[in-house]
């Protein structure tokens, strides 16, 4: 299984929360490096010349929260040693470009001159570990960072749940607080209601502030990021089951800023 990079992960938030745009790549490429590239790229190691090149990959529809190459991928054949390949890594261009995912070869293999390397169809799996990232929006992501299929810029809207979530809940299943006063927060406005993306998180930038609640008191289980502002509708984005919160008539609900910390490991 592969995971995202550093510098996909950062996009992939400011995407998400409209802090900036990231395009989905036209046509993704596969590398082979003879060291763990890491999160940071900092650590790729690709073979130089001797017919090494990366080479364009395909993958299928996203589902369960994973990408999976459908069609196997030839390298040239190679005209001297290209070391022993331990890893493979995707990219945003045939030469340079941004490192997006990287993962371990099953087996590691010694390139030597005359050999053809391939990497047979379903062997380059990028997946989303559970927990945080509703399973819609990981498949969609998947999709748009991989599969080439636009996942266009949501609304953001905060909101608060008395049940704890999961990562199939939906904006129709969440079991939203229902004090007197009590609606989502819209938190898209033009970039500025979230920092940029640094180390794969982000929090708010201004304050989350769901004014005073009244009426018979409950309990905030969950709390999270819708793309529809309706009580009952849209997608749930990210979500967090927090500690046990007891909201009492008349209390002032808010998040101040900083304090809603999002991120993506």
């Not at 592969?2 to 400011?14: A, C, P, V, W």
């Not at 199939?168 to 927060?185: I, N």
């Not at 502030?209 to 969950?222: N, Q, R």
């Amino acid at each position: 299984m592969g995971s995202f990079s550093d510098f996909l992960e950062n996009e992939i938030l400011d995407h998400i929360m409209g802090v900036g745009s990231w395009t989905s790549p036209a046509t993704v490429y596969v590398g082979l490096s003879t060291a763990d590239p890491l999160d940071t790229g900092g650590n790729l190691a690709e073979p130089s010349g001797n017919g090494y090149i990366r080479k364009a990959i395909s993958f299928g529809s996203a589902g369960s929260r994973a990408i999976t190459q459908d069609a196997i991928v030839n390298f040239n054949e190679a005209t001297g040693s290209w070391g022993t390949v331990t890893h493979w890594a995707l990219f945003n261009a045939e030469s340079a470009g941004n490192m997006l995912a990287h993962g371990q070869l099953s087996t590691s293999r010694s390139i030597v001159s005359g050999n053809t390397p391939s990497i047979a169809s379903g062997q380059v799996v990028v997946s989303v570990s559970t927990g945080g990232m509703s399973t819609y929006l990981a498949n969609a992501m998947l999709d748009h960072c991989f599969n080439s299929t636009t996942y266009t810029q949501p609304s953001i809207y905060v909101g608060l749940a008395e049940t704890a979530m999961s990562d199939a809940t939906t904006g129709s299943t969440v079991d939203e607080l229902e004090m007197t006063g009590y609606a989502r927060e819209a938190k898209t406005s033009g970039g500025t209601d979230w920092g940029t993306a640094s180390g794969g998180a982000t929090s708010n930038s201004t304050l989350i502030d769901f004014g005073a609640l009244t009426g018979t008191s409950e309990t905030v289980e969950a709390a999270f990021i819708a793309d529809n502002l309706s009580t009952g509708a849209g997608n749930i984005l990210f979500y967090d089951n927090s500690p046990s919160q007891v909201i009492g008539d008349g209390d002032t609900v808010q998040f101040p800023i900083g304090d809603f910390d999002i991120s993506i490991s």
